[in-house]
């Protein structure tokens, strides 16, 4: 059972366009949730998070946006940059059910930034 | 630096042989964890560990075992009895609620 859906696998957009990453979740207790970037063959690296008492959060050229009601959340790039090349992945934990330290990810979203 | 490290980054083994894969982490954090990845698919929870001396099962753990003696480490050993082992490994630590902070990886293949 997946609890965290990334349902584009791959996605490709020109240098200096926004990238929009998405992803579902289906468990109502998620409340703090997460992006990660990883390149290959190294270990993902923390973007951005948001609670779930916000709708927005942003940092920079990262922006993610969280929608409760639809239980769904994404990332926006703006501009893209070829070095924003790598797989994404979206995480989600439950803060207040006791298992606090334990995220649940998605499967990823491989962005290619085109010149 | 303040930073997770893990040793090798590449491992070769023969099948029916159990090997064990080093994590330390000089954070300071409560929690630690094992995932591994494999091609086409996102990052599988194989234990977790929230305290020193303590440590549950991820969603992957058949074939697996660990141990949490020390805060700043979280050995994880690969058994013969994990039936697909070669695999991109990843440790992680966590100050929760904050983010995890991951380690480079270990890519073990076993034949």
């Known amino acids: 059972d997946q609890q965290v859906k990334q349902n584009s696998p791959s996605l490709s957009v020109q240098e200096g366009r926004i990238s929009i990453l998405n992803c579902d979740y289906t468990?109502?207790?998620?409340?703090?949730f997460l992006w990660y970037k990883k390149y290959p063959a190294e270990g993902p690296t923390f973007l951005i998070s948001?609670?779930?008492?916000?709708d927005k959060n942003e940092d920079g050229r990262f922006t993610v946006f969280l929608n409760k009601s639809a239980k769904h959340l994404s990332l926006h790039i703006v501009p893209s940059q070829p070095g924003d090349s790598a797989v994404y992945f979206c995480?989600?934990?439950?803060?207040?059910?006791?298992?606090?330290?334990?995220?649940?990810f998605g499967t990823g979203t491989r962005l290619q930034v085109t010149l | 630096d303040g930073g997770i490290t893990q040793s090798p980054k590449y491992l070769f083994r023969k099948e029916g042989q159990n090997v064990t894969l080093s994590c330390e982490q000089n954070?300071?954090?409560?929690?630690m964890y094992w995932y591994r990845q494999d091609p086409g698919q996102g990052l599988r929870l194989i234990y977790y560990?929230?305290?020193?001396?303590?440590?549950q099962k991820g969603d992957i753990a058949e074939g697996y075992s660990v141990s949490r003696e020390k805060k700043e480490s979280f050995p994880l050993t690969v058994t013969s009895a994990q039936k697909n082992p070669t695999a991109f490994y990843l440790c992680?630590?966590?100050?929760?609620?904050?983010?995890?902070?991951f380690g480079p990886g270990t890519r073990l293949t076993v034949t």
């Open positions: 560990s929230q305290i020193v001396n303590d440590f």
């Open positions: 948001i609670s779930s008492i916000k």
């Open positions: 995480a989600a934990s439950a803060v207040n059910t006791g298992t606090a330290s334990k995220l649940t």
């Open positions: 992680a630590s966590r100050e929760p609620p904050g983010e995890q902070y």
């Open positions: 468990n109502s207790m998620f409340d703090y």
């Open positions: 954070l300071n954090h409560d929690a």
